[in-house]
């Protein structure tokens, strides 16, 4: 992505709040999360890179909707 096109991180505060947002991940998420820190995303396999985006869509979901999460905000 250009510089010219690159989004910052206040052009999405207003879309979240103070507070906490709880997620439940399953063990194969939670050791992804592991891998990824670990070893980054370049070391990342398809399946690898297919998990993680749904992580995030999980994390997307929460902070959009996070009275659909349970035990959502906190």
Do not use: C, F, W
Not at 6 to 16: A, D, E, V
Not at 39 to 55: F, R
């Amino acid at each position: 992505m250009s510089s010219t096109n690159q989004k910052l991180l206040q052009n999405y505060r207003h879309l979240t709040e103070d507070g906490d947002i709880t997620v439940h991940l399953t063990k194969d998420k939670q050791a992804l999360i592991l891998k990824t820190y670990d070893y980054g995303l370049n070391a990342l396999s398809d399946i690898d890179e297919m998990l993680l985006s749904a992580v995030i869509r999980q994390l997307k979901t929460a902070i959009n909707n996070p009275e659909d999460e349970p035990n959502g905000k906190h």
